[in-house]
C-alpha cells in the first residue's frame, strides 16, 4: 500500500479544522482538548487520507492507544499505514 | 455549543418503491427535498414519480443485499443530485411464520436484508459524509415487534431491535454532526398474515385507544420532522401506534 506522507497529513488535518472555522497549531505537542479536535474530527481525517490513498486503513491492527497531540494523530496515522 | 444539523438537501430512501418508503419518497418530493429512491423493482408509481419530479428523484432498481450496486448507486445519486446527506433505511423482508418452521436460510435472509445490509448501507453513506465534512441525519425504520413480542415474527423482531439499538448507538458515536433516530411504526392494517391473522389485527385494533391500525400516512410526517426539522431529537425510537402497545 502506498503512504500519505506526514506533511500531508498534517495538512489535511488543518483542513478538517479549518472547515469547522479552526486552525491547526504549527506546534505538534498542542493538546487535542485545547484545540478542539474529537474523536470524530480524527474519522474525518482518516477517511480523507484513505481518500488519498485509494484503500481502507486497517484499524484492527494497531492496540488502543493514547492520543492526545496533534503528533499522537500523526503518529497513529503513520502506524495505521504501515499496519 | 454546537451548530444545529440542518435540513436534509438530498435524501435516499431504500426499499422506496411501494407502501410506506413510497410514502416517504412522495411526500419529501412534496416538500421541495431531492430524492433519491432505489428497491429491488422500480414499480409504476415510482416510475411516475420520477416523470413527475425528474429534476428531484432519482429512482432506480438495486437490491439493497447487493453492496457493490448499491454503493455504485450511491455515487451516481452524488453525481446526480449532490451530496448525500440523509438516509432512510427503509428496506425490509418480512416474516410470515414460526420461528421453528422457518428455515435456515430464511432466517439468514432476514438478517441480511434487514440487518446487516442497512448497516453496511448506513456505514457507506457516512463514510462519504464525514469524508466530506457534511452534517446529516439518519432515519431507520423499524418496527413495534422490536418492542412487543408477536408470533411468527421472531427473526423479523431481532432484526428490528438490532436496527433500534444500532440507532442509539449512532447517535452517540456521531456526536451530533449526524442525528440518528428510528420510527417504529405499529401494524400497518395491509400486514394481515397467516400467523398475525385477521383475529389478532381486529384484537390489536380493539386495545388501540386511538382505534385504528398504522397507515403510512401516520408515520410520513414524523419522518418529514426527523429530517427537515430542527429539533434536538437523537437516538431515539419513536413509536407511532396509536398507543397500542402502552
Known sequence: MSSVARDRVRELMGEVMTAQGRSLPADDSAELRTIGFRSLDFSELALRVEDELDDELNFDAPGLRRIATIGDVLDFIEQLQSA | MSESVPP???VLVSGGSRGLGLAIVTDLLTAGIKVAAFARTVTPELTELAAKYPD????????INDTPAVQAFVKTVESTLGPVD???NNAAIGQDSLHVHTSPERLEDIIQTNLTAPLLLTRFVLRRMLAKGLKGRIVNVTSICAQRGYPGLVAYS????GMDAATRSLARELGG????NAVAPGFFASEMSAVLGQTQLD???RRTPTGHLTEPEDVVPV??????DNTNINGQVLVIDGAASI
Open chain 2, 86 to 88: 440523509a438516509l432512510v
Open chain 2, 8 to 10: 436534509a438537501s438530498v
Open chain 2, 203 to 205: 384484537q390489536i385494533v
Open chain 2, 177 to 180: 454532526r449526524v442525528l440518528a
Open chain 2, 158 to 161: 431481532a432484526t428490528k431491535g
Open chain 2, 223 to 228: 419522518v418529514r420532522m426527523l429530517l427537515l
Open chain 2, 56 to 63: 428531484h428523484l432519482y429512482a432506480g432498481p438495486v437490491d
